[in-house]
């Protein structure tokens, strides 16, 4: 098996190439400075001797949510131009694409689990560029995997673990959000589902992964802070309460159960997946 990845420093595509190369499985890897997903000849130039792989997986996006607010055309650039690029290529050297995308492509407005095969609403200009990444590939391919995911955090980049810990050490107080619902996600489980994808081949289309269980970001911080022994104390606030440029879904809880259906690799639950994370962690100080 041959695999391409690009987007190989992105706090996911470290973890995959971790598990894919520690399984024995052929990448060829690929940063953002490497080669330029909204540019058909960087691409071109770039995979011209991966005409013989099996899959490529793009972990190349532009994820500044606040941002994209701003730079809008950037975010297209990057999360449809440069998708839609990737999955011509793929067409025409009959190339598998694995792509992820986000809950931010539903609005969030009805506390319902949303399924595959939902409405899609963006409420951000970020779901927005997403969502139409996800469009150019349904366009051109039948063989392909979007992955929707969401509230990403691993031993790698920056994510709102991080950040928090990072506040809680230098404050005596501070706020998170108790409003916006989901499911924190890590990143290695992903990778380890992907991993499973490749060896087992499941039926091509959009799939959501996430951990089991939902949370809001307030207990979220709670629990990882406590494991850690951090003490802070923390109050709950509204989303109003925050100056974002950009709106967030205040509730974005992904159904899996098409996924989990399959029998296949099983997430972890949030909770579980976060004691495993702290455990693996050295990057706090």
Sequence with gaps: MKVILIGNRSMLGQDIFKVLSSNNISIADFSSDQIDITSEESIKQGLINCEN???LINCAAYTKVDLCEKEFDLALDVNSKGVHLLANWC???NVILMHFSTDYVFNGKQNV???EDCDCDPINKYGLS????EQAIKTRLERYYIFRVQWLYGCFGHHFVRAIVSKAKQNDSISIVND????PTWTLDIANMIKCVIDTSPSYGVYHFRS???TTWYEFGCYFLKQLGIQVNITPVSSNDFSALAKRPSYGCLSIEKWTSLNLYQPFHWQTAVNSYLELENNFE
């Design 113 to 115: 689990f949303h399924s």
């Design 180 to 183: 916006q619902w989901g499911s």
């Design 130 to 133: 997403k969502l139409r990444g």
């Design 212 to 214: 089991f269980g939902t």
């Design 53 to 55: 792989y099996d899959y």
């Design 91 to 93: 067409f025409s050297h």
